[in-house]
C-alpha cells in the first residue's frame, strides 16, 4: 500500500508563496495525483489534480490563477506551489494518490491519502 507524506506546511503572511511536497513510497508514476484541503469547522474540499503524464491539470476555482501543481514520477513526488496567499487558504492540505491514471476532482477517485501538512495564513 502506498504511502503519502507531505510537508512544506507552515505559518506565513497573506500574499506569501509557499510549496507544499508530497513523498510517496510506492511507485506513482502511473497514477493520478492529487491535493485537498480542509479548514477548521469544513469539509474537505478538492483543491488540484494531475494526471499520471500531467498533461491534464484541474483546479477548483477557488484556487485557479494561484496554485499550480506538478510531479516529478522520476522522484515519486508531487508539488503544490502556492502563491498569493489568502487567509481562506488556511487548512491543513493533504495529498491523495488517484485509483486511475486520468486526473480526477471526485476524492472518491482517490484510494491513498498522507496525513496532511497544515497550512496557517495570517492577514
Known amino acids: 500500500q502506498a504511502q503519502l507524506v507531505e510537508s512544506g506546511g507552515g505559518l506565513v503572511q497573506a500574499g506569501d508563496s509557499l510549496r507544499l511536497s508530497c513523498a510517496a513510497s510506492?511507485?506513482?508514476?502511473?497514477?493520478?495525483m492529487g491535493w485537498f484541503r480542509q479548514a477548521p469547522g469544513k469539509e474537505r474540499e478538492f483543491v488540484a489534480a494531475v494526471s499520471w503524464s500531467a498533461v491534464t491539470t484541474y483546479y477548483a476555482d477557488s484556487v485557479k490563477g494561484r496554485f499550480t501543481i506538478s510531479r516529478d514520477n522520476a522522484k515519486n513526488t508531487l508539488y503544490l506551489q502556492m502563491s498569493a496567499l489568502k487567509p481562506e487558504d488556511t487548512a491543513v492540505y493533504y495529498c491523495a494518490q488517484g485509483r486511475w491514471a486520468l486526473a480526477s476532482m471526485n476524492a472518491t477517485e482517490f484510494v491513498h491519502w498522507g496525513i496532511g501538512t497544515l497550512v496557517t495564513v495570517s492577514s
Open positions: 510506492g511507485d506513482m508514476k502511473m497514477y493520478s
